[in-house]
């Protein structure tokens, strides 16, 4: 018995050191690693040539939270090479929705967890609109000339800035446009459309050949919202009016961008096209399933992977410029880079210092083998081969969307209105729910003149 | 055992379970009179019963409990009465019962996450059953809102059947064996001793087993979040619809979402209350 | 137990059983098929069954950061250290101070998992890993170490509050997640406790003390009154006695209710997500991978789920008995 009494005793003993070593600190280990290399700067250590940022005094633990694809996995790996400053991440993703509902959770509470995020321009401006991130012009001009920032476009820049204020280094170029199968068009003689109506025209022969219709990523309510900001874009309209948020897109023109979206999927969808993710939608392409589409840019990497896509498939995949409704590339401009919550606990500079060992020449060289990078003159050899299409469609595409304060709830809910379509809702009572659900919510919240 | 000693023996449960279960609820059902939103926690000037006059007249959530009930009223009778048939059948046998057993808990064990995922897996692009389904019918098969919540039930039945046919397999083995034989001498053939002498003996596991089940099952968040996310509105249950409308940044009402959870647990009190009722007066006959 | 059935019965049974077996395990098998395909392979229109080549480069994708990571490494470490831990179980089993020797297989364990991850270049998900472990174990030695007091006391006890206090605590069982968690989360944010373990663990001992009190309370029931009171007459404390005499026969029951706990703590996912923005458990981690978004495939996601899975099912198969047990007491007397 009381060989059992202490065997109990000291297993509570050991549970209960076990338990307060376990739940106590959540920290991560810094690591110092070394410090060689030391460049003609003088009295500055830079931790490598890798990540040229002076190694840190203090251990800096950052946490990054985003939403990942092939270059952005990259640009991570990159990140994770400033640890030989005296740094260390935690880098985090989730898919697109939940990270930006992960982010939102978290930096609206005023006290972030995170030092860092990462996003689309898009998302970021969402965020400082509502006061959430760390303007960076200071820190920009200061180290401008040092890591050569001039190197990236002004209109990039100017993606991530709202009256002035710059949020973010761009890193990542992206937009959507036509990928095909070259060679089941050539089979069905058909030739790459330009237009909405071509492709739409284009789809009973590619039904009749067994493959599927031109095809969108329409499975989820923020691609919807995106797509049909395309499409309106390039029939010259913008969706709200930039000054007074008031809506413009219950008109006619926004009645038949939606209709167009409409025909796609009732005409071209088939089953998948409500229900495919962007997944579902590259691996489609890779195993021949799709002839023709539209899929983000930075998916055009993954065509030429030998592991993912099949013999048959490899080096057939073409790219082309995005689709139109009248002079304009339904394609959206969208940068994606890393940015600052406010009131951050982590010094600014510090985690500055990091998002530029990430986005300096080297480590966009490296990236530019998955996508489009954001400083000018960077070429990749292993690159993917649709830069030609990448940039015409940015270059002539519908442009950025709209940074106006209630241009959130005008995503919010558009998307949720349009997806109906897919249910059967007509492209009219799609657009008038919509408006309705928009003026509702944006004016409760004050946000219309 | 005096007061005292009961007491103080139950005193760490009982504070656990105050301070962070009634405590948190309280916090909850005034919560729910408030407008708070996730933007600006710090505030939270008190509305009355305006959430949830919005909470009850806006169809999704509607939508949301007439598929809670739905669910519930679907897996529940069909787990147990597979859980009991699964039971019978390995009742029956002797050799490789571990192995059997094993094999059968394990989709109970694997994580709600986690099954879910293994179970989209084989109906999803290029898996194993809608290849099968459309061998059959001809058409390719792919997950929409026509067919998304004969999958989360089905999954739900995958996923719990194993924990009734546990209780009820684990019942089984504390029957008497002599009741059975004697139940067979009398000339009893196996329909009429089941029905009069296992049944009944099983009465008070399959008691537990569904007051559980019931409650597990109204709750669901897991499958049906992986399963429907931000797709496919219809199949929302109750707790899905409740975090988009609380969690879903683009939303985030929080004080309606505490609405929703308050407006819930009415609901499930309202089916639960008869079996509380029983269980108490069950406590205090064994206790007199 | 019933009387023995002809052979063409039996082959009924077996063969409904094995129906029913197929049933339970297929959605493991064809995941962990894909977990070990190529993605070509795996994103085909019509399923590749046999013949495919097959590649260990999800799970590595998974651990590991390093793309260069030798997975028969890997592999020869772990089962080195799962032959040591076996081993050093298997011979407790023999000697009277069998403590000693399974306190001995769990600091292999600890010592394997840190030494894996300062070897090899292991992910984010290898640091959930960590944590899953870290917030079950925690989990369960509190749930059990204050349910053990409840269970007793609710066992003891005749008074009426001890079924009010029962029956309270079904009540708070059946409510949902988000009866709680949203106070949980600004209480902790406000304390500056979101993201630690410690919150987390708190909140599951909390959710999970009614079935615990019931499950401990059921085992002890049959623990005859006569044990301690022995113990008392000859001078002991009733807390003593509990200690010394009665704890010690309940071992199957603390058994049974730690899977249980071990279940809900290993297998939570809402509560982490809400409350640990970045120390997440490995549910919270395959989310990740899951949505279709995030082009890390199909393969890699069937990766993370044989992984999670492979730890509770080890667990639960060496177990099972127990689990049956506990069930049984629970439901029948309960």
Redesign the interface.
């Known amino acids: 018995?009381?060989v059992?009494?202490k065997?109990?005793k000291?297993?509570?003993a050991?549970?209960?050191v076990?338990?307060i070593l376990?739940?106590?600190?959540?920290d991560d280990e810094a690591e110092v690693t070394e410090t060689s290399v030391e460049e003609t700067v003088p009295a500055v250590t830079l931790a490598s040539e890798e990540c040229a940022i002076p190694v840190s005094e203090d251990a800096v633990s950052i946490?990054v939270?985003g939403?990942?694809?092939?270059i952005i996995t990259q640009y991570a790996?990159e990140l994770?090479e400033c640890e030989a400053a005296n740094y260390s991440f935690?880098?985090?993703?989730?898919?697109?929705?939940?990270a930006?509902?992960?982010?939102?959770?978290?930096l609206?509470?005023?006290?972030p967890?995170?030092e860092m995020v990462q996003g689309s321009n898009q998302f970021l401006l969402e965020l400082a609109q509502?006061g959430l991130l760390l303007p960076l012009n200071d820190l920009i001009d200061k180290y401008r000339d040092q890591f050569g920032l001039d190197n990236i476009p002004q209109g990039m820049w100017d993606l991530v800035s709202v009256d002035g204020k710059i949020y973010s280094i761009p890193m990542v170029a992206n937009t959507q446009h036509v990928f095909y199968n070259e060679e089941i068009l050539n089979k069905l003689g058909l030739s790459v459309p330009t237009t909405y109506d071509e492709a739409i025209a284009m789809c009973p022969a590619l039904i009749d050949g067994g493959y599927a219709g031109f095809q969108m990523m329409l499975?989820?309510?923020?691609a919807w919202q995106i797509e049909y900001d395309n499409v309106l874009g390039s029939l010259g309209v913008k969706p709200l009016d930039s000054t007074t948020g008031q809506p413009n897109f219950n008109s006619a023109e926004g009645v038949k961008a939606a209709q167009i979206l409409a025909d796609i999927v009732s005409k071209c969808g088939?089953?998948?096209i409500?229900?495919?993710?962007?997944?579902?939608v590259?691996?489609?392409f890779?195993?021949g399933?799709y002839a023709i589409g539209h899929l983000w840019a930075s998916?055009a990497a993954?065509m030429d992977?030998t592991?993912?896509?099949?013999a048959e498939v490899l080096g057939k995949i073409q790219f082309a410029p995005a689709l139109t409704g009248g002079s304009i590339l339904g394609a959206p401009a969208y940068v994606d880079g890393y940015a600052i919550p406010a009131n951050g606990t982590v010094d600014p500079e510090k985690v500055f210092l990091a998002m530029l060992g990430a986005s300096d020449e080297e480590s966009q060289t490296a990236a530019a083998k998955f996508g489009g990078v954001s400083r000018s003159g960077i070429v990749n050899p292993e690159g993917p081969r649709n830069g030609e299409a990448l940039n015409v469609s940015t270059s002539n595409g519908r442009g950025a969307d709209q940074t106006h304060p209630a241009a959130?709830?005008y995503?919010?809910e558009i998307g949720k209105a349009l997806?109906k379509i897919?249910?059967g809702a007509s492209a009219a009572d799609a657009i008038a729910e919509a408006e309705a659900a928009y003026l509702k919510e944006a004016k409760a919240q004050n946000l219309l003149s | 055992m005096n007061r005292k000693s009961f007491v103080s023996f139950v005193l760490p449960s009982v504070s656990v379970m105050t301070f962070l279960m009634v405590i948190p609820l309280a916090t909850t059902i005034w919560l729910s009179l408030t407008d708070l939103i996730l933007r600006d926690i710090d505030s939270a000037p008190f509305i009355g019963l305006q959430n949830y006059r919005e909470v009850l007249s806006d169809p999704a959530f509607w939508s949301a409990a007439r598929f809670t009930v739905l669910f519930v009223g679907i897996t529940v009778p069909i787990q147990m009465l597979l859980g009991l048939a699964i039971a019978l059948l390995l009742d029956r046998v002797h050799r490789f019962r571990s192995l059997y057993l094993a094999a059968i808990l394990l989709p109970f064990i694997v994580t709600p996450v986690v099954g879910t995922l293994l179970f989209r897996n084989l109906f999803s692009r290029g898996g194993l059953l809608s290849w099968l389904i459309e061998l059959f019918t001809g058409s390719a098969f792919v997950v929409d809102a026509s067919n998304v919540r004969f999958l989360i039930i089905l999954h739900a039945i995958w996923h719990v059947t194993p924990f009734a046919f546990v209780a009820i397999f684990a019942g089984l083995q504390t029957l008497p064996q002599e009741r059975l034989e004697a139940a067979a001498m009398d000339g009893a053939r196996t329909l009429r001793s089941f029905m009069h002498v296992t049944l009944p003996h099983l009465k008070s596991v399959l008691f537990f087993v569904a007051i559980v089940s019931i409650m597990d099952s109204y709750r669901v968040f897991d499958s049906v979040f992986v399963f429907a996310g931000n797709r496919f509105d219809n199949s929302h249950s109750l707790s899905v619809y409740n975090n988009v409308v609380a969690l879903d940044a683009k939303i985030g009402r929080l004080g309606k979402g505490h609405a929703i959870a308050i407006l819930t647990i009415i609901g499930i009190f309202v089916a639960l209350t008869p079996f509380l009722i029983r269980s108490y007066k069950e406590q205090i006959a064994e206790r007199t | 137990m019933k009387q023995s059935a002809s052979w063409l019965q039996r082959v009924g049974v077996h063969g409904a059983l094995l129906v029913i077996v197929a049933w339970s395990i297929l959605p493991l098998l064809w995941t962990f098929q894909t977990s070990i395909k190529f993605t070509r392979d795996v994103a085909a229109r019509v399923p590749v069954l046999w013949g495919y080549d097959t590649t260990a480069a999800a799970y590595r994708a998974y651990w590991f950061d390093n793309q260069n990571t030798n997975m028969w490494h890997v592999l020869l470490a772990v089962l080195l250290s799962v032959a040591v831990t076996s081993t050093i179980v298997l011979v407790g089993r023999r000697s009277k101070r069998s403590w000693v020797f399974n306190i001995a297989a769990t600091a292999v364990v600890a010592v394997t998992l840190y030494v894996i991850g300062s070897v090899w270049d292991t992910s984010d998900q290898y640091e959930f890993l960590i944590n899953s472990i870290v917030v079950t174990v925690a989990t369960i030695a509190v749930s059990i170490g204050i349910g053990l007091l409840g269970g007793y006391g609710l066992a003891r006890y005749s008074g009426k509050s001890g079924a009010a206090i029962l029956i309270a605590a079904l009540a708070f069982r059946a409510l949902p997640r988000f009866a709680f968690i949203l106070p949980f989360f600004i209480i902790a944010k406000s304390l500056g406790l979101l993201d630690s373990r410690a919150v987390i663990v708190l909140a599951l001992v909390a959710v999970n003390q009614p079935f615990t009190i019931w499950m401990l309370r059921t085992f002890f029931l049959e623990v005859p009154k006569e044990l301690e009171e022995a113990a008392m007459m000859d001078g002991a404390t009733r807390l003593q006695a509990f200690i010394r005499v009665v704890i010690p026969t309940m071992k199957p029951g603390i058994i049974a209710t730690s899977l249980f706990t071990l279940l809900l703590a290993y297998n939570e996912f809402l509560f982490i997500r809400v409350l640990a923005p970045t120390n997440w458990t490995l549910p919270v981690g395959i989310v990740a991978l899951a949505g279709g978004e995030s082009s890390k495939g199909i393969t890699e996601a069937a990766a993370a789920a044989i992984s999670i899975t492979l730890p509770i099912v080890v667990v639960i198969i060496l177990f099972q008995k127990h689990l049956v047990k506990g069930l049984g007491a629970g439901a029948v007397k309960g």
């Open positions: 018995m009381k059992a009494f065997k109990r000291l297993a509570a050991v549970a209960a076990a338990l376990g739940a106590c600190g959540s946490d939270m939403w990942e694809f092939p790996a994770k935690n880098i985090q993703f989730l898919d697109s929705a939940e930006q509902n992960q982010i939102n959770l978290d609206e509470t005023g006290t967890s995170y509502k499975a989820a309510d923020w088939g089953k998948t409500g229900t495919y993710s962007t997944d579902d590259q691996n489609a890779q195993t399933e998916r993954s992977d592991e993912a896509t099949t959130g709830i995503r919010a997806i897919l249910d």
